[in-house]
């Protein structure tokens, strides 16, 4: 098992994205049941959530297919070695054309000085520039437009167009991560954009170091001859005190880097007339300017290169971290990495289904006006038996020929007595039940004693009926009524009948 | 390490005990069937903190033969400190029979150390048909703590509590449909007082249930904040041809921009009820299409969940005044703060007038004679107001729902004025949050800070606040 990194990088944050997606969807419980046991393994980072979201990341993607991350950086890296082997290319080449000489004109110093100080100040100042950020540069018109501009011709721009090179596998990669960066484009352009100046000083430092690996070569190699010429009213003495200037990081501890006033006196250089050097110059020191030029070199070209590479480099970690940070969804991950798992649901799937069976037959709204008949109260169904019989009565015309108890507190032995009773007179059996209470397995087994005590072919009524707030008996809620239908339904007795008293089609 | 405590859910059929359960383990999948009977067998629902058990509740099926059951329990009476015993060898005498199936299922989980909680209809007379069950828990031996669930609408509660009151040291109503989240949590709190050794691990698991309260809130509350940040960053594009006409293509375009912005509230709201543990809420009802047909773009959103203009005004002013006094401030105060009021007008008919559209669509020339159409980012101020608006009515209906409750997610009139007018206070922050995304800073963060004032507002939701004037 590899460990995590400490710093996220590109891939990182490729990786990160595609798992949010992935998360996304993914069930709560799911995610909390994968990412809190992690949690709960990184809690020594619970403070550092860097270092924890990296540790989780890790964690996850082991767990998930391989992922795509590891492809970015390689394409990153490769984008800065190109860049780097560009400039030192690039270096060398401008190098070896600016210090050419082959014996006829020596190499002017102040084209050196022009190229490889004056201009690395210059695009100094313009990386400068470059920087500020858009809530500085808003308030300056035309900034906005130069930053575009430079950014345009940033060499920076190589791990973009490089990516139309790679092979197909790769080019999918960097174009995901391009292509969320599009659709996300301010939460990665701060990203992208030290990416791409990480990726231009690494081509600049290259291009300095190539160029002063260059000089050294042609000063070890060859027998270079310096001189200075310009068209410019300068004289020896207004040269020394420049040379003094740039040289005076150095001059207290090389001060042979530092040119002396008789090599500058001696050195100058006409091409008018013979096009000769002086007379009195000796060939070794015409060679007396290559410790001051590669030093400036160094001093101003490699150097300040070295510090804006670290800079670029420190601000892309910076960013990634950032960035990485404050990446939508990533709230969540914390949350479920570090707060308690808690859990209330069951455990076991729902097993359960209505186990009544709903076949059979069942007749429903028989005609019982005008029956006479012998009813049986489940249950206290009617408590005041005057009252109920009035209305049984008026909503059905039943006359009441015998009456009986059961359920209740009555005994189980009551019960029976009450059934022998009821099934010894003649007459239609009614059994009335609380609409409100469900038929239960203990109403169902009296039903099937007392159809056994009753024999076949007797019809037996039940009449559910509701009560009013006041205790009166009233029609059954249809709702009631449909669930005693449901229940009797599946005893399959076809004399049976469930009748809703009081409906208008009594 | 004694056993942690476990809680049997009985009483009469279809007196809500699967309901009860339902919404006490915030558990949508129980099964709550108008048949009785739909419960056969006893189901457990843990209670857990990091996998370790803090109690459990336990779903049984309902009492079917109690009077039987009760008749052979007299028969084998000994002595009231036996009584138990014979509990006991009621169960070992039908066990594995067929003739009282739901009573062994009940009564044994009770008899291996649960607590009782009896649940019965209030909105139903009492009868004499329960005694034979009161009988028998009381026989159990076991703390026992009653709860009337009004059902209907009726109202039988002092006779319940009368008759309740005989057989059981703590009587509560609870209506598990409507209770909220508080009422949840003093339920629990009272199991604890059935026993002292049950107190502590009770109020550990409310202390739980309320820290995940508020991580859900907040878990949604970002889930919001990304929807918002998401449409005020959302673009559409489209590329034409340069016979095209560019004019005739924008509708579709906005229509296109139109829809995003909706599939992405859609988003959002499945993000939100997935987080309170609604899997399966019917969103096609009418109800909840009374919410889809106030239709993002309908005037009516936008009156009921946006700014007022004098709002807009305000916001546009105050933002104009600012970056007018950055120039005032810039001439080292010459202009004599013209550029503020300058800046403050400007930007306050600038609002105005972006508030009546949706969205602005620029038209880019690209090579080759051809065009580009671009819809976005959406300029109106008021727009992520309406979406947070109708986030915060939908965040309030879904938490506030109880996993009982069975049917749509109805949002009414009256559900409207649930809401409480969001305070000045947090109106602007969230203002200055939709702010930093517009500006595009630093979009994570900014959508982090939107998601903690969401999060702040959803809070106030769920405590009360002022009624809203519709």
């Given at each position: 098992?590899?460990?995590?990194?400490?710093?996220?990088?590109?891939?990182?944050?490729?990786?990160?994205?595609?798992?949010?997606?992935?998360?996304?969807?993914?069930?709560?419980?799911?995610?909390?049941?994968?990412?809190?046991?992690?949690?709960?393994?990184l809690a020594h980072h619970e403070r550092r959530p860097l270092q924890q979201l990296l540790g989780w990341l890790h964690r996850v993607r082991e767990l998930?297919?391989?992922?795509?991350?590891?492809?970015?950086?390689?394409?990153?890296?490769?984008?800065?070695?190109?860049?780097?082997?560009?400039?030192?290319?690039?270096?060398?080449?401008?190098?070896?054309?600016?210090?050419?000489?082959?014996?006829?004109?020596?190499?002017?110093?102040?084209?050196?000085?022009?190229?490889?100080?004056?201009?690395?100040?210059?695009?100094?100042?313009?990386?400068?520039?470059?920087?500020?950020?858009?809530?500085?540069?808003?308030?300056?018109?035309?900034?906005?437009?130069?930053?575009?501009?430079?950014?345009?011709?940033?060499?920076?721009?190589?791990?973009?167009?490089?990516?139309?090179?790679?092979?197909?596998?790769?080019?999918?990669?960097?174009?995901?991560?391009?292509?969320?960066?599009?659709?996300?484009?301010?939460?990665?352009?701060?990203?992208?954009?030290?990416?791409?100046?990480?990726?231009?000083?690494?081509?600049?430092?290259?291009?300095?170091?190539?160029?002063?690996?260059?000089?050294?070569?042609?000063?070890?190699?060859?027998?270079?001859?310096?001189?200075?010429?310009?068209?410019?009213?300068?004289?020896?003495?207004?040269?020394?005190?420049?040379?003094?200037?740039?040289?005076?990081?150095?001059?207290?501890?090389?001060?042979?880097?530092?040119?002396?006033?008789?090599?500058?006196?001696?050195?100058?250089?006409?091409?008018?007339?013979?096009?000769?050097?002086?007379?009195?110059?000796?060939?070794?020191?015409?060679?007396?300017?290559?410790?001051?030029?590669?030093?400036?070199?160094?001093?101003?070209?490699?150097?300040?290169?070295?510090?804006?590479?670290?800079?670029?480099?420190?601000?892309?970690?910076?960013?990634?971290?950032?960035?990485?940070?404050?990446?939508?969804?990533?709230?969540?991950?914390?949350?479920?990495?570090?707060?308690?798992?808690?859990?209330?649901?069951?455990?076991?799937?729902?097993?359960?289904?209505?186990?009544?069976?709903?076949?059979?037959?069942?007749?429903?709204?028989?005609?019982?006006?005008?029956?006479?008949?012998?009813?049986?109260?489940?249950?206290?169904?009617?408590?005041?038996?005057?009252?109920?019989?009035?209305?049984?009565?008026?909503?059905?015309?039943?006359?009441?020929?015998?009456?009986?108890?059961?359920?209740?507190?009555?005994?189980?032995?009551?019960?029976?007595?009450?059934?022998?009773?009821?099934?010894?007179?003649?007459?239609?059996?009614?059994?009335?039940?609380?609409?409100?209470?469900?038929?239960?397995?203990?109403?169902?087994?009296?039903?099937?004693?007392?159809?056994?005590?009753?024999?076949?072919?007797?019809?037996?009524?039940?009449?559910?009926?509701?009560?009013?707030?006041?205790?009166?008996?009233?029609?059954?809620?249809?709702?009631?009524?449909?669930?005693?239908?449901?229940?009797?339904?599946?005893?399959?007795?076809?004399?049976?009948?469930?009748?809703?008293?009081?409906?208008?089609?009594? | 390490?004694?056993?942690?405590?476990?809680?049997?859910?009985?009483?009469?059929?279809?007196?809500?005990?699967?309901?009860?359960?339902?919404?006490?383990?915030?558990?949508?999948?129980?099964?709550?069937?108008?048949?009785?009977?739909?419960?056969?067998?006893?189901?457990?629902?843990?209670?857990?903190?990091?996998?370790?058990?803090?109690?459990?509740?336990?779903?049984?099926?309902?009492?079917?033969?109690?009077?039987?059951?009760?008749?052979?329990?007299?028969?084998?009476?000994?002595?009231a400190d036996q009584r138990p015993d014979a509990v006991l060898a009621f169960l070992a005498a039908h066990q594995d029979g067929q003739r009282f199936p739901?009573?062994?299922?009940?009564?044994?989980?009770?008899?291996?150390?649960?607590?009782?909680?009896?649940?019965?209809?209030?909105?139903?007379?009492?009868?004499?048909?329960?005694?034979?069950?009161?009988?028998?828990?009381?026989?159990?031996?076991?703390?026992?703590?009653?709860?009337?669930?009004?059902?209907?609408?009726?109202?039988?509660?002092?006779?319940?509590?009368?008759?309740?009151?005989?057989?059981?040291?703590?009587?509560?109503?609870?209506?598990?449909?409507?209770?909220?989240?508080?009422k949840r949590v003093e339920l629990l709190r009272a199991f604890g007082q059935l026993k002292d050794e049950w107190r502590q691990p009770l109020q550990v698991?409310?202390?739980?249930?309320?820290?995940?309260?508020?991580?859900?809130?907040?878990?949604?509350?970002?889930?919001?904040?990304?929807?918002?940040?998401?449409?005020?960053?959302?673009?559409?594009?489209?590329?034409?041809?340069?016979?095209?006409?560019?004019?005739?293509?924008?509708?579709?375009?906005?229509?296109?921009?139109?829809?995003?912005?909706?599939?992405?509230?859609?988003?959002?709201?499945?993000?939100?009820?997935?987080?309170?543990?609604?899997?399966?809420?019917?969103?096609?009802?009418?109800?909840?299409?009374?919410?889809?047909?106030?239709?993002?773009?309908?005037?009516?959103?936008?009156?009921?969940?946006?700014?007022?203009?004098?709002?807009?005004?305000?916001?546009?002013?105050?933002?104009?005044?600012?970056?007018?006094?950055?120039?005032?401030?810039?001439?080292?105060?010459?202009?004599?703060?013209?550029?503020?009021?300058?800046?403050?007008?400007?930007?306050?008919?600038?609002?105005?007038?972006?508030?009546?559209?949706?969205?602005?669509?620029?038209?880019?020339?690209?090579?080759?004679?051809?065009?580009?159409?671009?819809?976005?980012?959406?300029?109106?101020?008021?727009?992520?107001?309406?979406?947070?608006?109708?986030?915060?009515?939908?965040?309030?209906?879904?938490?506030?729902?109880?996993?009982?409750?069975?049917?749509?997610?109805?949002?009414?009139?009256?559900?409207?004025?649930?809401?409480?007018?969001?305070?000045?206070?947090?109106?602007?922050?969230?203002?200055?949050?939709?702010?930093?995304?517009?500006?595009?800073?630093?979009?994570?963060?900014?959508?982090?800070?939107?998601?903690?004032?969401?999060?702040?507002?959803?809070?106030?939701?769920?405590?009360?606040?002022?009624?809203?004037?519709?």
């Open positions: 098992m590899s460990t995590p990194r400490t710093q996220p990088t590109l891939g990182d944050l490729l990786d990160l994205a595609q798992q949010l997606d992935l998360d996304a969807a993914a069930s709560g419980s799911t995610l909390r049941h994968r990412d809190r046991p992690i949690g709960q393994d998930g297919k391989s992922p795509r991350g590891d492809r970015v950086n390689t394409v990153h890296r490769l984008g800065l070695l190109v860049a780097a082997l560009a400039g030192l290319a690039a270096g060398w080449g401008t190098a070896a054309v600016v210090f050419f000489y082959d014996g006829t004109h020596p190499v002017n110093v102040i084209h050196v000085l022009a190229v490889f100080v004056l201009l690395p100040l210059v695009l100094l100042v313009f990386f400068g520039f470059s920087l500020l950020p858009r809530r500085v540069t808003r308030f300056v018109p035309g900034m906005g437009a130069v930053q575009d501009a430079m950014g345009l011709l940033s060499p920076g721009r190589l791990q973009h167009l490089m990516a139309r090179y790679l092979p197909q596998g790769y080019r999918d990669t960097l174009a995901s991560l391009l292509g969320k960066g599009q659709a996300h484009q301010k939460l990665y352009g701060r990203v992208d954009r030290w990416v791409a100046t990480h990726t231009s000083q690494t081509f600049a430092l290259a291009f300095n170091v190539g160029a002063l690996v260059s000089c050294l070569y042609l000063i070890t190699f060859s027998d270079l001859a310096f001189s200075w010429s310009t068209t410019l009213q300068f004289d020896a003495t207004r040269l020394k005190q420049w040379t003094d200037v740039l040289s005076a990081p150095w001059s207290f501890f090389f001060a042979d880097a530092r040119p002396s006033h008789e090599l500058i006196a001696s050195t100058r250089y006409f091409r008018l007339g013979d096009g000769s050097f002086p007379a009195a110059q000796s060939p070794s020191g015409l060679g007396g300017w290559w410790p001051f030029l590669v030093m400036c070199m160094a001093v101003y070209g490699v150097l300040p290169r070295l510090l804006t590479l670290w800079l670029a480099q420190a601000r892309m970690r910076v960013a990634l971290r950032q960035t990485f940070l404050h990446f939508p969804g990533l709230d969540d991950v914390r949350m479920r990495l570090n707060s308690e798992l808690v859990e209330t649901r069951a455990e076991e799937p729902e097993r359960d289904g209505e186990r009544l069976a709903t076949g059979g037959s069942l007749t429903e709204q028989a005609n019982v006006a005008g029956l006479p008949g012998i009813v049986i109260a489940w249950s206290a169904a009617a408590p005041d038996r005057g009252l109920f019989q009035t209305w049984l009565a008026g909503a059905a015309g039943i006359a009441v020929d015998g009456w009986h108890e059961a359920g209740g507190t009555r005994s189980l032995n009551n019960d029976r007595a009450a059934m022998d009773a009821a099934v010894a007179q003649d007459g239609n059996l009614f059994v009335v039940v609380k609409a409100w209470e469900p038929p239960m397995a203990e109403f169902l087994d009296f039903l099937s004693e007392l159809r056994a005590a009753a024999g076949d072919r007797r019809a037996i009524h039940v009449l559910p009926v509701g009560t009013t707030r006041d205790g009166s008996p009233s029609v059954a809620e249809s709702r009631h009524h449909d669930l005693w239908y449901r229940v009797l339904t599946g005893l399959g007795d076809p004399w049976l009948s469930l009748t809703r008293l009081g409906s208008d089609d009594v | 390490m004694s056993q942690p405590p476990s809680f049997a859910v009985v009483g009469h059929p279809n007196k809500g005990k699967s309901s009860i359960v339902s919404t006490l383990a915030h558990d949508d999948s129980v099964l709550i069937g108008e048949l009785p009977g739909t419960t056969t067998r006893c189901r457990h629902f843990p209670m857990k903190v990091d996998g370790a058990t803090l109690y459990t509740l336990v779903d049984t099926p309902g009492f079917q033969r109690a009077r039987a059951t009760w008749e052979w329990l007299q028969q084998h009476e000994t002595t739901d009573e062994c299922e009940l009564l044994a989980p009770i008899m291996d150390g649960a607590g009782v909680l009896y649940v019965i209809d209030g909105s139903v007379p009492y009868g004499p048909e329960y005694d034979a069950e009161l009988e028998i828990l009381r026989w159990t031996g076991q703390p026992r703590l009653a709860l009337i669930n009004p059902i209907g609408e009726a109202d039988h509660i002092d006779t319940w509590r009368t008759a309740l009151g005989q057989y059981f040291s703590v009587v509560r109503v609870f209506n598990a449909v409507t209770a909220d989240f508080q698991a409310v202390d739980n249930l309320i820290s995940d309260r508020t991580r859900r809130r907040e878990a949604a509350a970002r889930a919001v904040a990304s929807a918002i940040a998401e449409m005020l960053t959302m673009k559409a594009d489209r590329t034409v041809g340069p016979e095209d006409d560019p004019e005739a293509i924008k509708p579709g375009l906005v229509a296109e921009y139109q829809r995003r912005l909706e599939e992405v509230e859609r988003r959002a709201r499945q993000a939100v009820e997935s987080i309170y543990d609604h899997h399966d809420l019917d969103r096609r009802e009418p109800a909840l299409e009374a919410l889809d047909a106030q239709d993002l773009f309908s005037a009516e959103s936008w009156r009921v969940f946006g700014l007022t203009r004098v709002q807009l005004f305000g916001f546009g002013a105050v933002g104009g005044a600012a970056a007018g006094g950055a120039i005032d401030l810039a001439v080292g105060g010459a202009s004599f703060l013209a550029g503020t009021l300058i800046g403050g007008g400007i930007g306050a008919a600038a609002t105005l007038f972006a508030a009546n559209k949706l969205v602005d669509v620029k038209i880019l020339s690209i090579p080759m004679g051809r065009k580009q159409l671009v819809a976005g980012p959406s300029r109106n101020r008021n727009l992520p107001h309406v979406v947070l608006g109708r986030a915060r009515l939908h965040h309030a209906l879904v938490a506030g729902r109880s996993h009982a409750e069975q049917g749509s997610l109805a949002v009414e009139g009256q559900s409207l004025d649930m809401l409480g007018t969001m305070p000045d206070g947090a109106r602007r922050a969230v203002e200055k949050a939709f702010g930093r995304l517009r500006g595009g800073r630093d979009i994570g963060e900014a959508t982090g800070r939107l998601g903690k004032e969401i999060a702040g507002v959803f809070g106030a939701d769920e405590g009360g606040g002022d009624r809203r004037e519709i």
